[in-house]
């Protein structure tokens, strides 16, 4: 069956470091964004993706990047890790499609930032 | 103000109840809407798709939509335990613009 995996599914980090966070789908979709979830906040768009070479920024996208190479990853850096950024990431994908643009998402990778 | 308001609740109610979710938007772009349904610690899951405004019937789910007023409702009928998740909204406009989500509203239902 096609999916959508992200990982790792549980990480802690420390202040300043790097971080890449992994998301990969097997259903050839051209759309692909991340999200981020936080209480009191809902899903907010850090990231998106319209196909290979092509990324946009989101509504919280200061101290992230992306960036397509291929149909099948979207992997999400963190440059310099903040507290801040403690967050559950959510992956999701979407075909190319006028009609209802159904994200399908991943499992979710929680992210501490001590 | 942000584009998309939903009360986070939480919500509790008995089983069987009847059940009702509202979001309110301010772009009147906003043309597809949706509500997706998110277990704990799960990625969130496409439950009704409604495009401009009227309802739309899926078993015990009802989406309403009234773009005149800018609201949009789900209605859950005789809800069960299996119903306890939050629920999002999420709407966009035209061409392949990226969904905008409400906060979600964390909903119990009691045995």
């Known amino acids: 069956d096609a999916e959508i995996t992200q990982s790792p599914r549980h990480k802690i980090t420390e202040t300043g470091r790097q971080v890449t966070l992994a998301c990969h789908q097997t259903w050839n979709h051209n759309n692909m964004f991340w999200y981020r979830q936080d209480l009191g906040h809902g899903l907010r768009l850090i990231h998106y993706?319209?196909?290979?070479?092509?990324?946009n920024k989101g509504e919280v996208s200061d101290g992230y990047s992306v960036s397509r190479s291929n149909t099948e990853d979207l992997p999400l850096t963190l440059e310099s890790a903040a507290s801040s950024q403690t967050s559950v990431y959510f992956c999701?994908?979407?075909?190319?499609?006028?009609?209802?643009?159904?994200?399908?998402f991943g499992e979710g990778s929680r992210l501490t930032v001590l | 103000q942000k584009e998309v308001e939903q009360d986070p609740g939480p919500l509790s109610v008995p089983e069987g109840a009847i059940v009702s979710l509202n979001c309110t938007y301010s772009?009147?772009?906003?043309?597809?809407f949706m509500w997706y349904r998110q277990y704990s610690r799960k990625g969130p899951e496409l439950l009704m798709y409604?495009?401009?405004?009227g309802n739309k019937e899926d078993g015990r789910f009802t989406a309403q939509v009234d773009k005149s007023s800018k609201y949009i409702s789900l209605f859950i009928r005789d809800s069960q335990p299996s119903d306890s998740a939050t629920y999002l909204c999420a709407m966009r406009g035209s061409g392949n613009t990226p969904l905008v989500f409400g906060k979600g509203t964390r909903l119990s239902v009691i045995a």
């Open positions: 772009n009147s772009a906003f043309q597809y």
């Open positions: 409604t495009y401009s405004s």
């Open positions: 993706s319209y196909g290979v070479q092509d990324t």
């Open positions: 999701a994908s979407s075909p190319v499609v006028l009609g209802t643009g159904e994200l399908f």
